[in-house]
């Protein structure tokens, strides 16, 4: 199964090495450049104005980097490595779309900028991951006026909210909850809540007029946790609703360990305090291996985010 991350996964630096090692990867880059407007390689790789965290601008660099992670995988593999299901979290699910042969990667690139766009326009507030399950996390964060943005593992819950929304919340569960630290997340907005109904709404009309294809493969829908319905018409209706519903990452990990899933990779992004790409962390390894703790489901993770974690898992599952 090929999976890809969202956003917090960016950094500065993110794709210089596949440009430097690979020309497949600099070909997308330039690709990015002439659909967006604008020079995309300069901005992920060195962040000259400080704008890569800003919503309209980290979509389209972590999608980007994704999909050349995912090219330079195919290059390496021959393309004889075949998933049968993809997934992404978050902004992640417009990748998987493009492995997945629903859209081409010009396509999602021109959905995800006006996408980010309009979620960094007509969004606000902020983000919090905390270590409490659903049943803890929802009835706390709606006294104080968040909500529920992603259900990610059994024993961690996304909200989002206004800043002042959330530091009272913060305070309330660390005085309930003194084991538990919430951690702030690196976002634009309180995504997938009522924060972005506006931001959907004028998304709307984009996704109606986009060209959208059934996948060749399976994909996973964040917004009901199991697989997309074929129907194209179906599949734009999701991700309409996905902006502002909770990303049902646990339910569409648990959806695939049933189905019986023995490998994940992972494609794209970055996390750590590493400044070099081959530094950086894979994003959702963690919850992968978590989502599996305490089941009778087993599945091998291999990450595909920098040059050398892409050679060492091509030449690993061509051996």
Not at 87 to 106: I, P
Not at 284 to 299: H, Q, S, V
Request: charged share 20%; proline share 6%.
């Amino acid at each position: 199964m090929f999976i890809f991350p969202g956003q917090g996964s960016q950094y500065p630096g993110m794709g210089s090495d596949l440009c430097q090692d690979f020309p497949v990867a600099r070909q997308i880059y330039d690709r990015a450049g002439e659909v967006l407007g604008y020079d995309l390689a300069e901005l992920s790789f060195n962040d000259p104005d400080g704008r890569l965290n800003l919503t309209r601008y980290t979509q389209a660099a972590l999608l980007t980097h994704s999909i050349a992670c995912l090219e330079i995988f195919r290059e390496l593999t021959d393309d004889r490595i075949q998933p049968v299901a993809a997934a992404g979290r978050s902004l992640g699910e417009y990748s998987a779309l493009v492995a997945a042969g629903a859209l081409t990667f010009e396509e999602a690139l021109q959905l995800v900028q006006r996408r980010g766009e309009f979620m960094g326009a007509y969004g606000e507030g902020e983000m919090l991951a905390f270590p409490l399950e659903l049943a803890q996390a929802q009835p706390l964060a709606e006294h104080y006026y968040c909500a529920v943005a992603g259900c990610n593992l059994t024993d961690q819950t996304v909200v989002g909210g206004r800043a002042a929304d959330l530091d009272a919340l913060m305070q309330a569960a660390q005085s309930r909850f003194p084991k538990k630290r919430p951690v702030r997340l690196k976002t634009e907005g309180a995504f997938h809540t009522y924060y972005m109904v506006t931001a959907a709404q004028h998304y709307r009309p984009v996704l109606d007029a986009a060209a959208l294809r059934p996948p060749q493969i399976r994909v996973l829908s964040n917004y009901t946790g199991a697989y997309h319905d074929p129907d194209p018409a179906l599949i734009k209706s999701r991700l309409f609703f996905q902006l502002f519903h909770p990303v049902q990452w646990l339910a569409n990990l648990q959806r695939v360990f049933v189905d019986g899933v023995t490998l994940f990779i992972e494609f794209g992004g970055g996390i750590g305090s590493g400044e070099t790409p081959d530094a950086k962390r894979p994003n959702l390894e963690g919850m992968i291996k978590k989502a599996m703790r305490g089941t009778d489901f087993n599945a091998q993770y291999v990450p595909a985010i920098n040059s050398r974690t892409l050679r060492e898992t091509a030449e690993s599952l061509l051996a």
